[in-house]
């Protein structure tokens, strides 16, 4: 089993920046391909930003050279660098995790509980 937490997230005013951290606990995070994933009213979820175990990195169109995502798995965490916010960006955002199973036969997926980020216009 693996738990995240999410933190990081609050009220910012267009243009502003905000880091998210996402804490991970119950397995070798090293192996783990890591993820944030945003949800807003009424709308569907959607990935956000995702790095892989080696270090490879895919961004939404609408974050790309905007948002960051990076980890450090001596501290079992994974971040999100957002600059340039947007009221776009508004939305509650979960950290995902996708655990490999040991005989190689596909992944296990976890969530976190998501933080809210709020941007005014």
């Known amino acids: 089993q693996v738990q995240l937490a999410e933190s990081g997230g609050g009220l910012v005013q267009a243009g502003g920046s905000l880091r998210l951290s996402c804490t991970a606990s119950?397995?070798?995070?090293?192996?783990?391909?890591m993820g944030w994933y945003r949800q807003a009213p009424g709308k569907q979820r959607e990935l956000v930003a995702g790095?892989?175990?080696?270090?490879?990195?895919n961004y939404a169109d609408s974050v790309k050279d905007r948002f960051l995502i990076s980890r450090d798995n001596a501290k079992n965490t994974v971040y999100l660098q957002m600059n340039s916010l947007n009221p776009e960006d508004t939305a509650v955002y979960l950290c995902?995790?996708?655990?490999?199973?040991?005989?190689?036969?596909?992944?296990?997926?976890?969530w976190g509980k998501g933080t809210l980020v709020t941007v005014s216009s």
């Open positions: 790095i892989t175990s080696a270090g490879s990195t």
């Open positions: 119950g397995s070798f995070f090293s192996n783990n391909n």
């Open positions: 995902n995790a996708k655990v490999p199973i040991v005989t190689g036969t596909g992944w296990y997926v976890y």
